[in-house]
């Protein structure tokens, strides 16, 4: 199983909670980023960046989820990370392509527009699958190849 690292801004911290507690119970080794209380004001483009920066240490193999109010901010951040592939979902077809079509290695989501017991369905969903040879493939090696031409 796939270690998760997790991070939120104040905006999501109860969000957060409920979905660290969620993957601990199904399994998963969960690596919390903060933010730990609602009266921490740390931008979430920071957590963000803590996150991104430990699945890119971990050689890509943890994943991430990043919440906010939207999830729009993080998935923003996320992706000006070399390797990261983030989408913001809040349903659970976007959940399955972002894994399966575009190899998304980060899911994110926002307390403010979704409540905690859809956002445990969808992320169980993006969990439970993996990337396989495809012919999305090619168009995952396209991301890439604009992103080395673009990210130094
Ligand atoms: C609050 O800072 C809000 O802007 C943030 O949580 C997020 O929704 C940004 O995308």
């Known amino acids: 199983m796939?270690?998760?690292v997790i991070?939120?801004?104040?905006?999501?911290?109860?969000?957060?909670?409920e979905l660290m507690g969620f993957m601990?119970?199904?399994g998963y080794t969960v690596e919390n980023m903060g933010c730990d209380s609602t009266e921490d004001?740390?931008?979430?483009?920071?957590?963000?960046?803590?996150?991104?920066?430990?699945?890119?240490?971990?050689?890509?193999?943890?994943?991430?989820?990043?919440?906010?109010?939207?999830?729009?901010?993080?998935?923003?951040?996320?992706?000006?990370?070399?390797?990261?592939?983030a989408g913001v979902c809040h349903d659970i077809f976007s959940a399955e392509?972002?894994?399966?079509s575009n190899d998304g290695n980060v899911i994110c989501m926002g307390e403010r527009v979704i409540g905690a017991e859809l956002a445990k369905r969808i992320l169980e969903k993006w969990l439970e699958l993996d990337f396989v040879d495809c012919a999305s493939t090619s168009k995952v090696e396209a991301i890439k190849e604009i992103e080395g031409e673009n990210l130094k």
């Open 41 to 85: 004001s740390t931008y979430y483009p920071y957590v963000a960046e803590k996150v991104c920066r430990e699945i890119i240490n971990s050689g890509y193999q943890k994943h991430g989820v990043l919440i906010c109010g939207t999830g729009l901010g993080m998935a923003m951040t996320a992706n000006k990370f070399k390797g990261i592939r």
């Open 2 to 4: 796939r270690t998760i």
């Open 7 to 17: 991070g939120c801004d104040n905006a999501a911290v109860h969000l957060k909670n």
């Open 97 to 100: 392509r972002l894994k399966l």
């Open 24 to 26: 601990e119970k199904k």
